[in-house]
């Protein structure tokens, strides 16, 4: 954005929660103790899968790497949201603004591809195991991670370059917790009708095949299970149900919010808390933290360390 090319806007109000004082407290301790646990979860997973050997399979290297975008998808929103809620002005920068915008489609677009990639991670896996380890190499998932990365920012750039020229010269409240390209969008000084549009065909459309996508990859995968021993289908049906709440709470929000930019749901903060700040939190719970196996290393290298340090 040029502010000297007619933009007289210098930063923007983010209205947050309003509410009483009690209120605004109450979200503050109950955030911070969110993204507390959000960033010491995820850091506790990539600790474990870099450090344990018996962890070094493709399974757990998309883990990590989802720790990692869920980490940055919450530090990228949550503790200006955290500051805001007990600062008198709640205000952002334009450059800040940009920056959170370009940084959140960022993480989230490559998030949900690799969330497409552990889909197929696991069909392999369950319908093709004996050659899981022809297929899933670690060339290939290395591959993977930078196909998602590299649709994340060409998924965020798309975007980003049409919304850094827009001129604010008036408005400069957002009735959010963030910056987001619906509600900011709105508040430029010209028409943005044909930019609306590609952010329906971008993050709208993107979100919902993603979404499909991992329906359906899930559906074949409890289909084969079932097919082969229906003793299994049980466990099966026990952790994908849990992933499809995960992902549910994930894109659902996400659809709601990109594919009808237009709607008062852009504003709804609740929508924007489930994918900001309560999946991120939800993920290494469900993927990872569940999984016996990542229990067990974590209880082993931490027993490990308390050793070295007492012998220290």
Request: aromatic share 14%.
């Amino acid at each position: 954005m040029d502010l000297k090319n007619g933009s007289v806007v210098t930063e923007f109000i983010l209205l947050g929660f309003s509410g009483r004082w009690e209120l605004q407290v109450f979200f503050f301790m109950t955030f911070s103790l969110i993204y507390g646990a959000t960033v010491v979860g995820n850091i506790l997973i990539m600790v474990t899968v870099t450090c344990s050997s018996t962890l070094h399979s493709p399974m757990y290297f998309l883990l990590g790497n989802l720790s990692f975008l869920d980490m940055c998808i919450s530090t990228t929103t949550t503790p200006k949201m955290i500051t805001n809620l007990l600062a008198e002005h709640k205000t952002i920068s334009v450059w800040g603004c940009m920056s959170q915008m370009f940084f959140m489609h960022f993480f989230g677009g490559a998030e949900m591809t690799l969330l497409i990639v552990m889909a197929f991670d696991r069909y392999v896996a369950i319908c093709k195991p004996l050659h899981y380890r022809t297929i899933m190499s670690h060339r290939l998932m290395k591959g993977f991670v930078i196909f998602s990365w590299t649709i994340g920012f060409i998924h965020t750039t798309s975007q980003m370059v049409f919304t850094v020229n827009l001129p604010f010269c008036g408005h400069n409240v957002i009735n959010n917790i963030f910056c987001d390209l619906p509600l900011v969008i709105k508040l430029a000084c010209v028409k943005t009708y044909t930019l609306e549009l590609f952010i329906i065909a971008d993050s709208g459309l993107l979100s919902f095949i993603c979404f499909i996508l991992l329906l359906v990859s899930y559906t074949i995968i409890l289909v084969t299970v079932h097919q082969k021993s229906s003793g299994r289908l049980s466990k099966a049906l026990s952790t994908l149900s849990a992933h499809i709440i995960v992902v549910t709470l994930f894109f659902v929000p996400c659809i709601f919010i990109y594919a009808w930019p237009l709607s008062s749901l852009a504003s709804n903060k609740i929508l924007v808390v489930f994918y900001t700040v309560i999946t991120p939190l939800l993920n290494p719970i469900i993927y990872t933290l569940r999984n016996q196996k990542m229990r067990g290393t974590m209880r082993k290298l931490w027993l490990q360390y308390v050793s070295s340090t007492q012998n220290f």
